[in-house]
């Protein structure tokens, strides 16, 4: 059992400052100091190996899944998608590029390039991803697992919602950038 604190709060074993976050778009838990705003996805020097193992099963391990996969991913679909930021993005930063300095219209025309490139069949979204987009999905050809209603911005989930398995939808807005986005299941 995850030890507490006296006033009830669960130890992380993390210095103080930090806190365990989760990330919708990985759906893995990460570290996060709201003092300095640093995140990251290794625990922070300092941290107390053994009780973090502890909180972290308790908080945030995986729900058991059903020897039958049954209800595994009810409403929930799996999607794919290649981003473009630019410096209007609310992080105009990538694992490309530290400092994105291209105008909202530089972007279009490049995911507009994207879009016809797999529209004439010489590419795969997916393929394209992993040299192209600006999201860190990119590792996993832009996939970005499964995910429900309430979980993704509304422009980009109402667009992956109206997909069907193998669609791919045009150009769509969000404050992270411009996405394409493939439904997968």
Known sequence: MATADPWGAP????????????SN????????????????????????????KDYMAHHHSAQPVRSDGAGQHEGKIRAGH?????????????????????????????????EAKIHRG????????????DCSSARKRGDLGFFGRGEMQKEFEDAAFALKPGEISGVVGTASGLHLIERLE
């Open 122 to 133: 010489e590419t795969t979204l997916g393929d394209l991803a992993v040299t192209e987009s």
């Open 82 to 114: 290649l981003l473009v930021k630019h410096r209007e993005s609310r992080r105009p930063s990538s694992w490309r590029e530290a400092e994105i300095t291209r105008s909202k219209d530089e972007a279009r025309t490049l995911i507009q390039a994207h």
């Open 11 to 22: 130890q992380t074993g993390l210095p103080p400052e930090w806190e365990v976050r989760h």
């Open 25 to 52: 778009s990985k759906n893995l838990p990460y570290y996060f100091n709201p003092a300095t705003k640093e995140s990251r996805w290794e625990p922070p020097v300092g941290t107390d190996s053994e009780k973090l």
